[in-house]
């Protein structure tokens, strides 16, 4: 049987004769670990901040641009990877960020001073920055039409486990007491450490899962490798329908060139030396009219819902141990009970180190580190598996509801639990506004994202997406490096600017309707 496949339509081959089944299963499996990866890299550092605040003699600020350093990575080389991808494939282009990652955390774990330590995170996010889209894409291409959206729906829900994963690990680990040194005991490894080394298991894990499989079968046959893309496809058939390898019925697959019409948005020199300038020229299209007004609004939300997202999940743990380490002594004289910005009075806590010491008769300079208590992560493993939970029911009910009332909803809703923050009567109100405030702000994130296929034609469409995923990044280190700054100023002063911000963005997202669907 020959099976003649061009370049822009080798996806013939058909559900039925790739299959679903032990293969795929397998594949989704291994890539667990593998998209944990990103989730990891992006949450570590909010937990392990209170424990290693004296050995990495962290102020608020130190905290803030620690916090952000990942993401700024993530933004630096974004363009760069996909153009990578595309040319020497995905397989091994995954691989190579897995293992680098792999040795970034655990080089990172060993960390001596507060800079060495920076550095480390923002190559992680260099590296891991570009694998998850290029794991996305790997999955997808070895699923036909029938099965790809419902699979890449349960590996997205599969990955925010992930952030369930993040505070469990360490709620198990963090409160413990282990200790061990190497090389005549110039390197301790306490407890924060040996958490940073466990934090290097998904990559790892994703490394030796992913070695077995084999490269995209699409990505092959775009480079003309028919035979290498054969022999996949027949390993995928026997594993799902335990027949051998030569029973699959395609035995001849030849790829020929099918001539296109040159459009405006492929310049006719296609070597691949110009592939990063092709890359860089097709944004110049997302900007015309009618696409810039929805595209700037849609910009414009999901910087201020990862804002929301990504600062709460970072800053989170250390609310929680300032909120613990509140002495209620402090406000013995006045009747009325102390507020949450009273408990989180900068000024006490950056002097508290220095007043402990002095109570111990230490003269010199000594950090003395706040009580960490197994209620902070416990706290927000909870919270996280809220959040969780919270954004899979809504995936349950989007296409009832509609995604622009979703959105709408969750927009003005996480700007109120924002606004809400500084008034909040009790610690366990605020965590309940903190659990709130995070599912809100993904599923305004995710919502917000679907709705580009509404804004923009397919033949922009990868563009647009990658171009607002990097504006969503960059939200998330300017409101990394901005919290700590504004918590300086007034306590209040964060919690408004964010809840501010997306209320603003309610008020844009009632006219995006305006421009969704077909446009001309």
């Not at 370049?7 to 998209?35: C, D, Q």
């Not at 680098?100 to 920055?129: P, R």
């Not at 007491?177 to 790892?204: K, V």
């Not at 009790?426 to 702000?441: D, E, K, N, Q």
Request: aromatic share 12%.
């Amino acid at each position: 049987m020959a099976l003649i496949v061009d370049k822009t339509r080798y996806h013939v081959i058909s559900t039925a004769e790739r299959g679903y089944g032990l293969f795929n299963v397998l594949l989704l499996m291994a890539a667990i670990p593998a998209g944990w990866t990103t989730v990891f890299d992006t949450s570590t550092t909010a937990f392990i901040m209170p424990s290693a605040e004296c050995e990495l003699d962290l102020s608020l600020f130190r905290k803030g641009l620690l916090a952000a350093s990942t993401y700024a990575g993530m933004i630096c080389i974004a363009v760069v990877w996909g153009f990578i991808a595309d040319h020497i494939g995905r397989k091994y282009l995954l691989l190579f960020g897995l293992i680098s990652d792999t040795l970034c955390n655990v080089f990172g774990s060993a960390a001596q001073s507060y800079y060495v330590y920076l550095s480390f995170k923002f190559t992680s996010g260099i590296i891991v920055g570009g694998p998850f889209a290029i794991l996305m894409t790997y999955i997808a291409e070895f699923h036909g039409e029938r099965h790809r959206s419902r699979v890449l729906m349960w590996t997205g829900s599969l990955f925010a486990l992930g952030n369930v994963a993040v505070p469990a690990l360490s709620r198990a680990v963090l409160p413990r007491t282990w200790s061990f040194s190497l090389f005549n005991n110039s390197l301790i490894f306490d407890a924060w450490r040996i958490f940073l080394l466990i934090c290097a298991l998904p990559p790892f894990l994703g490394f030796v899962a992913m070695w077995s499989f084999p490269e995209s079968p699409k990505f092959l046959m775009t480079k003309g490798r028919s035979e290498e893309a054969l022999k996949v496809f027949r390993r995928m058939y026997s594993m799902n329908t335990g027949k051998p390898e030569d029973d699959y019925p395609v035995k001849i697959l030849r790829i020929e060139n099918v001539a296109k019409v040159q459009t405006p948005l492929e310049p006719a020199n296609r070597s691949s030396r110009d592939g990063l300038r092709r890359s860089f020229y097709r944004m110049k299209f997302l900007f015309p009219t009618p696409y810039i007004f929805p595209l700037f609004t849609i910009n414009v939300i999901i910087f201020a819902s990862m804002t929301g997202m990504h600062v709460m999940k970072s800053w989170l743990p250390q609310l929680i141990v300032i909120l613990n380490n509140f002495d209620p002594k402090e406000s013995d004289d006045s009747p009325i009970v102390p507020t949450i910005c009273e408990k989180l009075n900068v000024q006490a806590i950056e002097a508290f180190g220095a007043q402990a010491a002095l109570a111990l008769g230490n003269t010199t300079e000594t950090c003395i580190p706040m009580i960490v208590s197994t209620t902070v992560y416990t706290n927000a493993t909870i919270i996280a598996a809220s959040a969780v939970t919270g954004s899979f029911l809504v995936g349950a009910i989007v296409n009832k509801v509609g995604k622009k009332s979703i959105l709408l909803v969750s927009l003005v809703s996480g700007g109120s639990c924002y606004l809400g923050l500084s008034f909040s009567p009790s610690t366990t109100i605020f965590l309940v506004l903190c659990s709130a405030i995070i599912a809100l702000t993904g599923i305004s994130t995710n919502a917000i994202t679907s709705m580009i296929i509404e804004v923009v034609p397919t033949s922009l469409r990868a563009t647009a997406v990658s171009v607002t995923l990097m504006t969503g990044r960059f939200g998330a280190l300017t409101g990394n490096l901005l919290f700590p700054l504004l918590l300086n100023v007034s306590c209040d002063a964060p919690f408004y600017y964010i809840g501010g911000f997306l209320t603003l963005c309610f008020v844009l997202a009632i006219f995006l309707s305006k421009y969704s669907g077909k446009l001309p």
